[in-house]
């Protein structure tokens, strides 16, 4: 295998997803790319003052600090495998990605390794997003001499972690290979990637109840999360860095060894409802949604997460739905053929609500079974209220989010660029309406504001998409 092809291929994904993304929905305008850029860092200046305030003002001089370390360090596998579900299903979608060194002279693996370096970088980004601000207010308020363990508590376990998780993938692409059934990947991967959520959760959730516990009994806790913390304290530094070393120079020649030698594609067609509800151009849009990949990845991640909560007994109210509702930002895209079939596609405001009233559908279908289980399992219908309002809200604005950063075939990234701005912007009106501590009624109607502003632009930039996709067939 030849690094260098290895590098070379790797800036050529990175190259092609700049370039793609950069230039579609409102980023291929320069203003609009050098507005998100600014907001960007903004946000994430912003979110570094907001933790240095609160760890500062809470757990400054107190001693919890440390603690609190070591139970963001328990945390850190579950939050590298939610970037790493997200990443990979993402990249499920990336074909044109991957036919771009179909016809480079490299090899399978050497692919495989320009793919997962180029993932790994996608992976270091998401969680610099969840972590970079804990970790520079932590270092912040206790001096460069933190650093060591915020390293060691942070960085490495996260970085082990995505190799094991790319190892554990590649044994299961070969399982699938073995099997001849690799052209479900579309199906199974998602299934095994959010039964591994489902696993890590509660987990997770009991290692941090152990720190706590054990920090206040004044005992040791050890748990194989906390290897590389141990490791620094016990020997320091450097030696936990070559450990994580001889890690990494195992773990990274057994994914190439590992790595399937040819590529299968993907299988993306399943069929959920007759069609015989095309005969209405409501029920086309319905077939559309219900056949899409994004929703067999939803429903997927619902039911598991639906069987695993009943079996494990998690109380908790519906929140899972709202992932139905995230496959709304292709909704706009995956639908978009339908309106350039025929010569006078209807009027927008028509299509607008057969797009939202789709998802409405599949929300209802797939709403009942889980409240359902919900209330079976003691949870108020009152608590479920909440949540099927914030699905509506989150229907409106991921169909914005479709609309204006269209994603594309063999294109799925600029979604992340779209939802990444759209989560900024929400955290940050409902940071602004928790700070004037609102009456509850006045946050309601603040928010049915803004949704109706978010339906207001999505019709607005479908005419716009539907102008210029009409001036492109008379041209």
Known sequence: MRFKSVVLLSRLFWLFIVRRVLGRGLLASPAARLSTIFLLVL?????????YVVIRQYLGGTGL???????????????VLIAYTLIRVLFMKADGLLKLSFNLPVTNKERTMAFALFESSLVLLMTVFVFGAFSISTVLIEGPDYIPRVLASIWFPAIST???LSLGYYLLERALQALR???????????????GLAVAFPQTNEQSSQI??????????????LLYAKLQEAVGLWLSILILLAISAAVIPA?????PRNYVPMRRFFVFLSSRLADRKFGVYILVLFRSFETMVAISFIIIYSVFAWLEHLVFPPYVLALITFQGVYAFSNSEPLRRMVTYPGRTVANYLRLVGSQGVLLMVVGIPVITISLSQGITFEACLPVLGLCL????????????????KGNPFTVIMGVLLT??????????????NFDPMISAGIFTALNMLVVFYSILGMRRMERIARHEVVA
């Open 393 to 408: 809200s989150n229907i409106l604005i991921s169909t914005l989010v479709g609309i204006a950063f269209p994603p594309e």
């Open 423 to 436: 989560v900024i912007v929400v955290m940050i009106v409902a940071l602004g309406l928790n700070v004037f």
């Open 181 to 195: 059934i690799a052209r479900l990947r579309g199906l199974i991967v998602p299934m095994v990637l959010v039964f």
């Open 65 to 79: 600090l440390e603690p609190v370390l070591q139970v963001a360090n328990a945390s850190v596998g579950f939050w």
């Open 162 to 164: 995505y190799l094991l």
């Open 255 to 259: 994914i190439v060894a590992i790595a």
């Open 212 to 225: 706590a516990e054990s920090y206040v009994l004044g005992r040791d806790y050890f748990t194989p999360a």
């Open 43 to 51: 946000a994430f200046a912003g979110f570094n003052v907001l933790s």
